[in-house]
């Protein structure tokens, strides 16, 4: 009978305690996920241009050196398909006319055409495009799923990574203060 018993009850608490991990894991918040990269140089790359883009400086891609140039700068991870980025896109939009630092960006694992109709639709707020089709400079940095975006300083380093679509009270209460530091870093 308690072989029986043990039968029963042995699904049942390996049931509750693979729940309770999933639930505490719910708990999480991708945004606080460390990044190993934090104060660290960024990866060297180099990508070539997004193909298709007609922006300004839409000829060059974008490389590590770019974000050595003495200016804080901002780097986000986006692609056509992210339903995140769009949410997201006007607040980068408006970064790009007030922050005094360039944004550039990094289009994730996407098809040129897709992305490219997708800035000349919604607006391209970046100083450079780098094409990453394969996904591995994102892997180089970190990322963990688009969007993500981190504030670089003028020696390249990175200084502050957000995980998913930024906000307006995320970029007022985060954003806005680590840009601030990494423009006084030099």
């Known amino acids: 009978m308690s072989m029986r018993r043990l ?9 509750l305690g693979v729940a309770g991990y999933l639930l505490v894991g719910l708990t999480l918040e991708p945004q606080r996920l460390p990044s190993a990269l934090l104060d660290k140089p960024a990866p060297e790359f180099a990508l070539p ?6 922006a300004e400086g839409a000829a060059d891609g974008l ?3 770019a974000l050595k140039t003495g200016q ?3 780097v986000n991870v986006f692609a056509s398909w992210c339903l995140p980025c ?13 922050s005094g630092a360039p944004v550039f960006g ?3 694992k996407d098809k040129p055409t897709d992305a490219a109709k997708w800035l000349r639709d919604l607006g391209d707020p970046y ?15 970190g990322v963990y799923g688009v969007p993500e975006t981190f504030v670089v300083d003028g020696k390249g380093v990175i200084r502050y990574r957000y995980a998913g679509p930024l906000t307006e009270d995320v970029v007022e209460r985060e954003l806005l203060p680590a840009l601030r530091a990494a423009q006084k870093e030099g």
């Open 127 to 141: 100083a450079a495009v780098g094409a990453d089709r394969d996904g591995r400079v994102a892997i180089d940095w």
């Open 72 to 74: 804080a700068s901002l």
């Open 49 to 54: 241009p997004l193909e298709g883009r007609t």
């Open 106 to 108: 990094i289009n994730y």
């Open 7 to 15: 039968a029963f009850f042995l699904p049942v608490l390996i049931f």
């Open 63 to 65: 490389s590590s050196a």
């Open 86 to 98: 769009r949410v997201e896109h006007p607040i980068l939009t408006e970064l790009s006319r007030t």
